[in-house]
């Protein structure tokens, strides 16, 4: 349970309420213990699952991340990571699906380099189209476009998800002005994912006016993982709630803070 969160502010995904606006992956930590622990200290209540790299039981035999996660505590998003194609990334979801029986939320994502991981927004928008049709709550993972995010949202996408930058590059937030747009034309749940380096980073996301981020990376390859964790999950409040609270205007000369009409010399 997150104490700190606002109850009457909660996050809806799918018709869903959520208190937590903090998303945490699950690779890269060291293993499931240190996966456990951070998630916990984030507060994160919807976890991402790489159905490529987590066994999920598809592996009999070998570790499965829902007996340290288990399906009853978090909502477990399976994402489509590593897929290249609409084809790939439908398939994935579809076995998810299987796995989880009938589990329907899911994060899609198609890359088309390998390099930046930016998406394949063609690719994308076909396999949402496709998965949609199917009865799936797809959050989509695609580019901080604005034209591109509506479009999205319009073929009936429950989150979209622009990036801040780079997958795990740490970089931040490098192009406010394309969020804001997105965020002030968006009807669903607008979620930062990828390229959040610290705290400071998902605040900002969070002043913006974004519904949550998404992180793996900045948590997982910290120093101190669970730490960061805890880090991460007070900027999301304090960001929300700056947000909410509405930040004084910017101005290029000085405004005393108390007046000096009246006072004594």
Known sequence: MNPTADHDDPLIIAGKSYRSRLLTGTGKFKDFEQTRLATEAAGAE????????MNLGQNPGEPNLLDVLPPDRYTLLPNTAGCYTADDAVRTCRLARELLDGHALVKLEVLGDPRTLFPDVVQTLQAAEILV???FQVMVYTSDDP??????EQIGCVAVMPLAAPIGSGLGIQNRWNLLEIVENAKV?????AGVGTASDAAIAM???CDGVLMNTAIAGARD???????????????REAFRAGRIPRKRHASASSPIDGTFF
Request: net charge positive; no cysteine; proline share 5%.
């Open 147 to 152: 034209i591109l995010a509506k479009r999205l």
């Open 225 to 239: 993982p669970i730490l960061m964790a805890s880090a991460m999950r007070k900027a999301i409040e304090a960001g």
């Open 207 to 209: 002043e913006l006016g």
């Open 133 to 135: 049709a199917e009865g």
């Open 189 to 193: 749940p607008i979620l930062v994912d």
């Open 46 to 53: 919807i976890v991402t699952v790489a159905l490529r790299r």
